[in-house]
């Protein structure tokens, strides 16, 4: 509960004007090109009138879960429309680590298919009448981070892609040219999952494609390190940090204010 309540006042730092504001959700069903039923959640304050920039939010592995619904509520907010992104399929949610395994597994392996169901989020996202078209943005957690980088390098209209401890394999030299947007990439620096030939081939293919991007570096931090779930110990190569958590959310939010302008 400590780690949550950090997570929510913390990391924001939200004002308390701000929290007594009239932040809707809603569950939004919807489909790729495909015809998969997806059914994502949507968050918007009500209290503000008039469009604002739309944000999709990428779950990790487990799926739409809590912590992504809170975390479109918290972007909703900040004055942002947010969109939690349903890549796995209405009612495919894993029980246990086994099962997100086996899910995200499918899905980084067919790259189209994920950009497909990315590019179907954002698409429904657009659609929303509080949201401004021109005004758009990705982020993703874990899986969800590998996510929103695929959905920049499908060409879609961002502003921005934000990932958090996002894998950065499976680069396909070139298609970074496709970005339309800023990158901002917020790493653990002790994270195991990702190999540094990995990240070397992740830069590369951004410099050439002279993409504007900014990678972040936090030291003694593994693997999902947003995740109060996630655990303390760093040697299982998942854990939560709290400190890392916090700049790191602080970073997304100095980001959506030189791409969107402050709210």
């Not at 495909?34 to 999709?56: C, F, K, N, Q, T």
């Not at 099962?99 to 990315?118: I, P, S, T, V």
């Not at 494609?209 to 779930?229: C, E, I, L, R």
């Amino acid at each position: 509960m400590r780690a949550s309540l950090s997570f929510s006042l913390v990391l924001f730092s939200i004002t308390a004007s701000t929290a007594l504001a009239a932040v809707k959700t809603e569950k939004v069903e919807y489909k790729d090109a495909a015809g998969a039923v997806l059914e994502g959640v949507i968050a918007y304050d009500d209290a503000v009138s008039g469009r604002r920039p739309g944000v999709v939010v990428v779950h990790d592995w487990m799926g739409i879960s809590e912590t992504t619904e809170m975390r479109v509520r918290e972007l909703a907010l900040l004055g942002y429309v947010a969109f939690a992104a349903d890549i796995y399929g209405k009612g495919a949610r894993p029980k246990d680590g086994k099962e997100a395994r086996a899910l995200a597994g499918k899905f980084k392996g067919d790259r189209k298919l994920l950009r497909g169901r990315a590019q179907a989020a954002l698409e429904a996202l657009t659609k929303d009448p509080h949201v401004d078209a021109s005004k758009l943005a990705a982020i993703g957690f874990c899986f969800g981070g590998t996510t929103a980088l695929e959905l920049a390098k499908s060409g879609a209209p961002l502003k921005g892609t934000v990932s958090f401890h996002g894998g950065l394999d499976a680069v396909t030299p070139g298609e970074s040219r496709n970005i339309k947007g800023k990158v901002l990439v917020l790493h653990g620096a002790d994270d195991p999952h990702v190999a540094a030939a990995d990240i070397a081939a992740f830069r590369k293919d951004l410099d050439d494609a002279k993409v504007d991007w900014t990678m972040v570096q936090y030291s003694g931090t593994v693997h999902s390190f947003t995740v109060p779930t996630a655990g303390s110990d760093t040697s299982k190569g998942s854990a939560y940090n709290e400190r890392s958590s916090r700049r790191a959310f602080a970073a997304m939010k100095a980001f959506f204010d030189e791409i969107f302008g402050a709210t």
